[in-house]
Every structure is written in C-alpha cells, then in structure tokens.
C-alpha cells in the first residue's frame, strides 16, 4: 500500500511539472504594446521588455528588464538620422585629413547609450505565451538634468585645458600645448553618447551646442599647432645604416600622426639621439670565444623653447640589450643597430602613451 500512494505521488508530481508562477488570466494590455514609445506631454519614455519563463522568477525579471531597456537604447539611436556633425579625434591622420571633421546621414551609433533613471510599473508571467513581460518607465527629465550635470562637468575640464594649451604656445612649448588639447578632446569625445541622447530627448541643446563649439575650438588650435610645428632630428650614430633607419621610421611614425619633418615653422622641436656600442669582453660558448658587445644610447627631445620634455626622453639600460658573434666588427655592428632600433621603438611608445592614451597629463607634473 505505502509503495503504491509513492508511486501515485510520484506520478502526479511528474505530470504536474515545476511550479512557473504564472500570473492569473486574463493578461493586461500593456504587454501588446509598441516595443518602446515617448509621451509627447510629459516626455516620459515607455518600454515592454521580454524574455522566456523560468522557474527563477527574479532572474526572468532582471533580464527582461534588460531587454526592455535595451529597447529605449536602440529608440535613441534610431532616432539620430539627420546629418550630424560627429566627435572624431584626427590624431592620427595625415597633414591632408587633419582636424577635418566628418559629416555622415544616418549614422551608425557606436557609443553605448547608457539608459539612466528607469522605473519598473509593472511586471506579468503570461502563461499562454510562456513569456515573462516587465514595463519600464524612464523619467527622461531627471535623465536629461543628469546628462547635462556630466557634459557641464567635462565642458569646464575640456576649456580649462584648452585655455592651458593657448598658455603653453605663448611661452613656445608645443609638445606640451598639444600634450593639453588632446586631453580636452578625450573630455568632448567622452561625450559622445550624451549628446546623442540629448539631441533626441531635448530640442534646445544649449550644453550640447557649447560643447560642438568648444570641439571645433580645440580642432582648429590643433590644426595651427600641427602646421606650426616641425621636428627635426639630430642623430648621432657611427652606422649610416642605422642612422637612417632611426630616422626614417621616426619620420613616418610621426608624419602618419600629422605632424611635420621638413620645412619652417614657428616651434621646432628637436629630437637627440645618440647611439652608440661599448664592448663588454669575450665569452666562450662550448669551443668557440664570442665578442660580446652592449648596445647603448639615449634620446633627448627639446621643445622650442629648449626645454628638455621629461616624458619622451630616456636612455637604454645598461646590460639589456648585448649582442655577441665570433668576428668583433659583426658583434659591434648587431649591437649598433640593436641599439638603434630599441630606441625608435621607445621613443614611438613614448609618444603614445603621453599624447593619446587617458592619464597621459600625469606624465607632465
């Protein structure tokens, strides 16, 4: 007796199946409605977002949250279809492309729209559907008033910077004007997807347009910057092979980022560089003695009004970088041009890392 009513349990519980919490019938309207609209009075976006029932309820409800805001994140987008004058760094275009910005119709829009101040009415698990449905509600005033708190923020950065730029050219120091300038378009670049959001959400843009102005403000001074400035180099090697490619490959890493290498200007800035090999003594390897020579050297970068420019200068370690062969002028000249080629490299990540990556103003205090 006891084994049949377990088997009994057993069976109806099978057939019964997890519990998936569905709501009861009938379902509410608002489940049929447009994937995410906007109240032409109040300006209050609305959005349906969905996904399939589960038995972990919060888990259904955080994803279909998701999905609805992700919906009033494409609306947003979608929306940004007239031409539009895009936030673009050129700072790594030709003296041709430099500074020039691009207009495009319909544009694909790759910041991530970050949806803020959402508001869950109401939620349903609709049994017919399987489907476990959230309405979301966006209280796009408090959005709009948070966005331009945030672009107030980086305007006041971005045109303390430009004013400290315009301050470094009057006293002839370029490298670190532009040093400045490209960290106030890394400020209006931030920007990005805010001013797409509040193009769409508000008609009179004023932070916006201040911050369209300040950006073609910062584009023209590093245009006049570029045109200005022209880097000469001064290299001291006792291999014309290596000499040339040192300068060769500093010449086009710096003309692919727009700047100049020939011709007058009003800033020079002057690139030393020094390489050079001492010998370190012999070494026997197995049955043979090898010649063992250190690949030494340094560079010095002055802006034009002298000033050595702390971050891009530096020298080679001591006993890094060593070549070695049997005949003494073969080890001499791999560790020439060992040299050489180690201080291009440092010298072009250097470059990087000061004028284009975020912190980069660090590197100047």
């Known amino acids: 007796m006891k084994r049949y009513v377990l088997a009994l349990i057993v069976a109806v519980w099978a057939c019964a199946g997890p519990n998936m919490y569905f709501d009861p019938a009938p379902a509410p309207s608002w489940i049929h409605r447009a994937s995410c609209t906007m ?20 888990e259904d409800l955080r994803l ?34 430099a500074g020039r910005s691009i207009l495009q119709k319909d544009i694909r829009v790759r910041s991530r729209i970050r949806v803020a101040d959402v508001m869950v009415r109401a939620h349903y698990r609709d049994k017919a559907t399987g489907t476990a449905y959230v309405l979301i509600a966006v209280d796009t005033r408090a959005w709009v008033h948070r966005i331009e708190r945030r672009l107030k923020r980086r305007l006041r950065m971005a045109r303390e910077q430009l004013r400290l730029a315009g301050a470094m050219m009057q006293q002839r120091r370029p490298l670190r004007a532009y040093a400045h300038l490209m960290v106030a378009d890394r ?106 020579f250190r690949g030494l050297g340094n560079i010095r970068v002055l802006d034009a009004d002298g000033e050595v420019v702390g971050p891009l200068s530096f020298g080679l370690p001591r006993d890094t970088y060593t070549a070695r062969a ?26 990087r890392q000061t004028f284009f990556q975020p912190g980069a103003e660090n590197l100047w205090e």
Not at 41 to 57: E, I
Not at 256 to 275: C, D, E, F, L, P
Request: net charge positive; glycine share 6%.
């Open 39 to 58: 109240d032409p009075v109040t300006g209050r976006l609305t959005a349906v977002g969905s996904t399939p029932a589960t038995t972990r309820v919060d």
């Open 64 to 97: 279909a949250k998701y999905d609805a805001i992700s919906k009033v994140a494409r609306m947003i987008s979608s929306e940004v279809s007239s031409t539009t004058t895009v936030w673009q760094v050129q700072a790594s275009a030709g003296s041709s492309l």
């Open 187 to 292: 400020q209006g670049a931030a920007t990005n997807s805010d001013l797409i959001v509040l193009g769409v959400l508000q008609r009179d843009n004023q932070t916006g347009n201040r911050m369209m102005g300040l950006k073609r403000k910062i584009h023209a001074l590093l245009r006049e910057l570029k045109n200005d400035t022209v880097f000469s180099m001064r290299v001291d090697c006792p291999l014309p092979d290596a000499a040339a490619m040192f300068r060769n490959r500093i010449q086009n890493f710096l003309a692919r980022h727009g700047m100049r290498t020939s011709g007058n200007g009003r800033y020079r800035v002057v690139i030393k560089a020094r390489v050079f090999a001492q010998y370190k003594g012999p070494h026997r390897v197995a049955n043979r003695v090898e010649q063992v």
């Open 326 to 351: 049997i005949n003494r002028q073969a080890a001499y000249k791999q560790a020439v041009t060992l040299a050489a080629d180690m201080l291009q490299a440092g010298l072009k990540s250097r470059f």
